[in-house]
């Protein structure tokens, strides 16, 4: 295991950072930033279970994302700080027990190195890693990168600073501080229910669910696009022009794009496989 890793225990309801060396550290509260200076108390926290619980999750994945449980389903994964974040810690700054919904999908792509800078070459191996083929994967690569990237940074994509890329036209899913507003997103699964209870499945057409976000968005180019590269990773994932509410949901929580990648391809192999390296 290497760098430090959030776990969040789902029993005690706190956030946890467990570093390489095995050290443990964790907040003041439960609405308190993470800090060097305040480890975790073994009277109260399960150091044991914690360190444990990383070794599981280096032993049993390529990358520890945000999302996967120990078997237990006790210890949750929030993924590891980037260098980014590695740096202000260890300088002596408070971190956040888990980064921002948006951030989490967007970290996907972010991982050689994992710095919170999405450069153009890790842009483009996230795409292949989804299925995409070389010339789909380059044009996603070439529209997201001008559009979210900056010139000063070689058309590389701040996830800290995404926000400001963002244009306006889309689901309002994801309030200006890149979480999940639930209220919003269960507008949209309910249709989803509906829609697969009528269709007595649970996936439902791309069509039908493309008019369910027309119903409760006016989609503009950028989101109109970014929902057509769902699409497209859905029907890899489900083998036809369909998707269910809980691929829609994982989405915007941060795990779908992870859980497509996992998908063996003709040759055996994940296209995770190929984040790393």
């Not at 996830?159 to 919003?184: C, F, H, M």
């Amino acid at each position: 295991m290497t760098g430090l890793l959030r776990i969040y225990d789902r029993q005690g309801t706190r956030h946890y950072l467990v570093d390489s060396g095995n050290a443990v550290y964790t907040s003041k509260g439960a609405s308190n930033p993470i800090c060097r200076d305040t480890p975790a108390d073994p009277a109260r926290d399960p150091i044991a279970e914690l360190r444990a619980a990383a070794k599981f999750f280096d032993q049993y994945y390529l990358v520890p994302f945000s999302g996967i449980a120990t078997n237990d389903g006790r210890f949750v994964s929030r993924g590891r700080l980037n260098s980014r974040e590695s740096g202000r810690f260890n300088a002596g700054e408070g971190i956040r027990g888990r980064r921002p919904a948006l951030a989490e999908h967007l970290d996907f792509f972010d991982q050689c190195p994992a710095d919170g800078m999405i450069t153009v070459r890790e842009n483009f191996t996230g795409w292949r890693a989804l299925g995409f083929g070389l010339l789909r994967a380059a044009l996603q690569t070439l529209l997201s990168s001008v559009l979210f990237g900056r010139v000063a940074d070689g058309f590389a994509i701040d996830i800290d600073r995404i926000g400001e890329k963002r244009k306006g036209g889309n689901t309002g899913i994801y309030d200006a501080n890149g979480e999940v507003d639930p209220q919003r997103m269960q507008r949209f699964l309910d249709d989803f229910d509906r829609a697969a209870k009528e269709a007595r499945t649970l996936a439902i057409s791309q069509e039908k669910a493309s008019a369910i976000i027309d119903t409760h968005a006016s989609l503009g180019m950028v989101s109109s696009g970014q929902f057509r590269s769902l699409f497209k990773v859905c029907e890899r994932v489900n083998n036809g022009k369909t998707i269910t509410r809980e691929q829609f949901q994982m989405l915007f929580e941060g795990t779908l794009l992870v859980y497509a990648a996992s998908y063996p391809r003709r040759d055996g192999h994940a296209g995770i496989q190929a984040l790393g390296r």
